[in-house]
Protein backbone atom coordinates (compact mmCIF):
# COMPACT_ATOMS: atom_id res chain seq x y z
CA UNK A 1 0.00 0.00 0.00
CA UNK A 2 0.93 3.16 -0.86
CA UNK A 3 0.45 6.63 1.57
CA UNK A 4 1.26 9.61 -0.15
CA UNK A 5 3.00 11.91 2.21
CA UNK A 6 1.89 15.52 3.21
CA UNK A 7 3.96 18.64 1.83
CA UNK A 8 6.89 19.17 3.73
CA UNK A 9 6.72 15.84 5.63
CA UNK A 10 9.92 14.44 3.19
CA UNK A 11 11.87 17.40 4.74
CA UNK A 12 11.36 15.96 7.63
CA UNK A 13 12.12 12.16 6.56
CA UNK A 14 15.16 13.12 4.15
CA UNK A 15 17.56 16.19 5.66
CA UNK A 16 18.65 18.70 3.29
CA UNK A 17 22.34 18.50 5.61
CA UNK A 18 23.97 15.60 6.15
CA UNK A 19 23.83 13.45 9.37
CA UNK A 20 26.37 11.69 11.04
CA UNK A 21 25.51 8.72 9.30
CA UNK A 22 25.68 9.93 6.26
CA UNK A 23 28.86 11.43 7.01
CA UNK A 24 30.12 8.18 7.25
CA UNK A 25 28.51 5.92 4.96
CA UNK A 26 29.81 9.10 2.03
CA UNK A 27 33.41 8.33 3.83
CA UNK A 28 33.03 4.83 1.72
CA UNK A 29 35.61 1.83 1.79
CA UNK A 30 39.30 2.49 2.69
CA UNK A 31 40.20 3.04 -0.62
CA UNK A 32 38.10 6.00 -1.17
CA UNK A 33 39.01 7.30 2.23
CA UNK A 34 42.75 7.24 1.31
CA UNK A 35 41.86 9.24 -2.19
CA UNK A 36 40.57 12.19 0.26
CA UNK A 37 43.44 12.07 2.31
CA UNK A 38 46.10 11.99 -0.67
CA UNK A 39 43.42 14.86 -1.83
CA UNK A 40 43.38 17.19 1.36
CA UNK A 41 47.36 16.58 2.02
CA UNK A 42 48.83 17.67 -1.10
CA UNK A 43 46.48 20.14 -2.35
CA UNK A 44 46.98 21.82 1.54
CA UNK A 45 50.77 21.83 1.06
CA UNK A 46 50.86 23.09 -2.35
CA UNK A 47 47.74 26.24 -2.00
CA UNK A 48 49.48 26.92 1.72
CA UNK A 49 53.27 26.91 -0.11
CA UNK A 50 51.73 29.41 -2.64
CA UNK A 51 50.22 31.29 0.00
CA UNK A 52 53.39 31.83 1.71
CA UNK A 53 55.45 33.22 -1.32
CA UNK A 54 52.06 35.69 -2.18
CA UNK A 55 52.04 37.45 0.87
CA UNK A 56 52.48 40.56 0.02
CA UNK A 57 50.24 40.11 -2.75
CA UNK A 58 46.23 41.07 -2.93
CA UNK A 59 45.42 37.34 -3.85
CA UNK A 60 47.41 36.00 -0.55
CA UNK A 61 43.90 35.54 1.22
CA UNK A 62 42.52 33.48 -1.47
CA UNK A 63 45.34 31.50 -1.63
CA UNK A 64 45.61 30.94 1.95
CA UNK A 65 41.68 29.87 1.67
CA UNK A 66 42.06 27.66 -0.83
CA UNK A 67 44.98 25.62 1.42
CA UNK A 68 42.54 25.42 4.37
CA UNK A 69 39.77 24.32 2.24
CA UNK A 70 42.20 21.36 0.88
CA UNK A 71 43.33 20.37 4.39
CA UNK A 72 39.42 20.45 5.16
CA UNK A 73 38.60 18.27 2.07
CA UNK A 74 38.33 15.19 4.35
CA UNK A 75 35.78 16.96 6.36
CA UNK A 76 33.74 18.93 3.87
CA UNK A 77 33.93 16.20 1.14
CA UNK A 78 31.89 13.79 2.38
CA UNK A 79 29.23 16.18 3.83
CA UNK A 80 28.97 17.56 0.17
CA UNK A 81 28.00 14.27 -1.22
CA UNK A 82 25.75 13.38 0.88
CA UNK A 83 24.34 16.17 1.17
CA UNK A 84 23.76 16.09 -2.91
CA UNK A 85 22.36 12.14 -2.53
CA UNK A 86 20.18 13.58 -0.53
CA UNK A 87 18.97 16.32 -2.61
CA UNK A 88 18.40 13.75 -5.41
CA UNK A 89 15.78 12.09 -3.61
CA UNK A 90 13.65 15.55 -2.29
CA UNK A 91 13.68 17.06 -5.57
CA UNK A 92 10.93 14.73 -6.81
CA UNK A 93 7.26 16.41 -6.72
CA UNK A 94 5.63 12.97 -5.20
CA UNK A 95 6.72 10.60 -1.81
CA UNK A 96 4.75 8.13 -0.48
CA UNK A 97 4.98 5.54 2.28
CA UNK A 98 5.13 2.06 1.31
CA UNK A 99 3.79 -0.87 3.06
CA UNK A 100 4.78 -3.82 1.54
CA UNK A 101 6.13 -7.05 1.27
CA UNK A 102 9.24 -8.96 0.06
CA UNK A 103 8.44 -11.67 -2.55
CA UNK A 104 12.39 -12.68 -3.78
CA UNK A 105 15.26 -12.78 -2.06
CA UNK A 106 18.57 -13.12 -4.61
CA UNK A 107 22.04 -12.46 -4.76
CA UNK A 108 24.60 -10.79 -6.97
CA UNK A 109 28.32 -10.32 -7.30
CA UNK A 110 29.03 -6.46 -8.23
CA UNK A 111 32.65 -5.29 -8.87
CA UNK A 112 33.50 -2.63 -6.07
CA UNK A 113 36.72 -1.70 -7.20
CA UNK A 114 39.46 -2.23 -10.26
CA UNK A 115 43.18 -2.22 -9.89
CA UNK A 116 46.30 -2.62 -11.84
CA UNK A 117 48.60 -4.84 -9.53
CA UNK A 118 52.34 -6.43 -10.88
CA UNK A 119 52.31 -10.12 -10.31
CA UNK A 120 54.89 -12.31 -9.53
CA UNK A 121 57.40 -11.98 -12.23
CA UNK A 122 56.13 -8.16 -12.63
CA UNK A 123 53.49 -8.11 -15.22
CA UNK A 124 50.51 -5.66 -14.58
CA UNK A 125 47.38 -7.05 -14.19
CA UNK A 126 43.97 -6.18 -13.82
CA UNK A 127 42.85 -6.79 -10.24
CA UNK A 128 38.98 -6.65 -9.16
CA UNK A 129 37.07 -6.48 -5.56
CA UNK A 130 34.08 -8.19 -5.91
CA UNK A 131 31.30 -7.54 -3.66
CA UNK A 132 28.10 -9.79 -2.70
CA UNK A 133 24.92 -7.86 -2.75
CA UNK A 134 21.32 -8.77 -2.06
CA UNK A 135 18.21 -7.81 -3.61
CA UNK A 136 14.90 -7.74 -2.46
CA UNK A 137 11.85 -7.70 -5.28
CA UNK A 138 9.13 -5.64 -3.28
CA UNK A 139 5.27 -6.07 -3.76
CA UNK A 140 1.95 -4.96 -2.05
CA UNK A 141 -1.31 -5.53 -3.02
CA UNK A 142 -1.27 -3.64 -6.10
CA UNK A 143 1.75 -5.48 -7.67
CA UNK A 144 4.81 -5.29 -7.96
CA UNK A 145 7.32 -2.12 -6.67
CA UNK A 146 10.45 -2.53 -7.45
CA UNK A 147 13.67 -3.57 -6.63
CA UNK A 148 16.41 -2.76 -3.88
CA UNK A 149 19.91 -3.88 -3.36
CA UNK A 150 22.55 -3.13 -0.91
CA UNK A 151 26.17 -4.83 -0.03
CA UNK A 152 24.68 -8.10 2.39
CA UNK A 153 26.07 -8.87 5.82
CA UNK A 154 25.65 -11.22 8.27
CA UNK A 155 22.65 -9.41 9.76
CA UNK A 156 20.90 -9.79 6.48
CA UNK A 157 19.93 -13.57 6.68
CA UNK A 158 16.77 -12.80 8.79
CA UNK A 159 15.53 -11.84 5.53
CA UNK A 160 13.23 -13.57 3.77
CA UNK A 161 10.53 -14.49 1.14
CA UNK A 162 6.90 -12.85 2.72
CA UNK A 163 8.53 -9.86 5.38
CA UNK A 164 7.07 -7.29 5.92
CA UNK A 165 9.15 -4.56 4.84
CA UNK A 166 8.72 -0.12 4.77
CA UNK A 167 10.18 2.37 2.89
CA UNK A 168 9.76 5.86 0.78
CA UNK A 169 9.00 5.19 -2.62
CA UNK A 170 9.72 8.82 -5.08
CA UNK A 171 7.36 9.72 -8.32
CA UNK A 172 7.20 12.85 -10.30
CA UNK A 173 3.64 11.68 -11.19
CA UNK A 174 1.26 11.99 -8.39
CA UNK A 175 -0.69 8.82 -9.31
CA UNK A 176 2.72 6.99 -8.76
CA UNK A 177 2.43 4.89 -12.29
CA UNK A 178 6.18 5.35 -12.95
CA UNK A 179 8.44 4.94 -9.14
CA UNK A 180 11.92 6.58 -9.52
CA UNK A 181 13.59 6.14 -6.82
CA UNK A 182 13.46 4.04 -3.35
CA UNK A 183 14.70 5.22 -0.34
CA UNK A 184 16.53 2.66 2.45
CA UNK A 185 14.19 0.39 4.52
CA UNK A 186 12.76 -0.63 7.29
CA UNK A 187 11.56 -4.45 8.53
CA UNK A 188 9.46 -3.71 11.60
CA UNK A 189 8.89 -7.08 12.81
CA UNK A 190 12.87 -7.69 12.66
CA UNK A 191 13.78 -3.67 13.64
CA UNK A 192 16.16 -4.17 10.49
CA UNK A 193 17.49 -1.35 8.79
CA UNK A 194 18.74 -2.19 4.83
CA UNK A 195 20.11 -0.12 2.35
CA UNK A 196 23.08 0.97 0.67
CA UNK A 197 22.74 4.76 2.55
CA UNK A 198 21.11 5.83 4.55
CA UNK A 199 18.74 8.23 3.53
CA UNK A 200 16.59 8.55 5.89
CA UNK A 201 16.53 9.58 9.38
CA UNK A 202 15.68 6.50 10.76
CA UNK A 203 14.05 7.11 14.53
CA UNK A 204 11.91 9.80 12.81
CA UNK A 205 10.99 7.44 10.12
CA UNK A 206 10.20 4.68 12.51
CA UNK A 207 8.11 7.11 14.65
CA UNK A 208 6.25 8.35 11.56
CA UNK A 209 5.40 5.07 10.31
CA UNK A 210 3.73 3.79 14.07
CA UNK A 211 1.56 7.34 13.84
CA UNK A 212 0.61 6.92 10.22
CA UNK A 213 -0.34 3.53 10.23
CA UNK A 214 -2.22 3.30 13.25
CA UNK A 215 -4.28 6.18 12.52
CA UNK A 216 -5.24 5.69 8.64
CA UNK A 217 -8.62 7.20 9.30
CA UNK A 218 -8.01 10.21 11.39
CA UNK A 219 -4.78 11.07 9.47
CA UNK A 220 -6.55 12.49 6.11
Known amino acids: MLYPLRGGEIDK ?18 E ?37 SFILYILWGPIVEASK ?11 ALFDGYITNVSVRE ?24 LLLDLEDED ?21 RILCIVLSNDKQFSRIIALSDA ?10 DYPY ?3 PAFEEYCKLRLNNKRNYY
Open 186 to 195: WLPNERLWVG
Open 85 to 95: KNSKLRKYTSA
Open 13 to 30: LIPAVATGDQFAAALGRP
Open 143 to 163: GYLGELSFPMDKKHKVISKGK
Open 32 to 68: KILQRVMISSIGGVITLLISQSQVSSRFYAVWLILGV
Open 110 to 133: KVVNRQEQANKIGKLELVESRRTW
Open 200 to 202: LLR
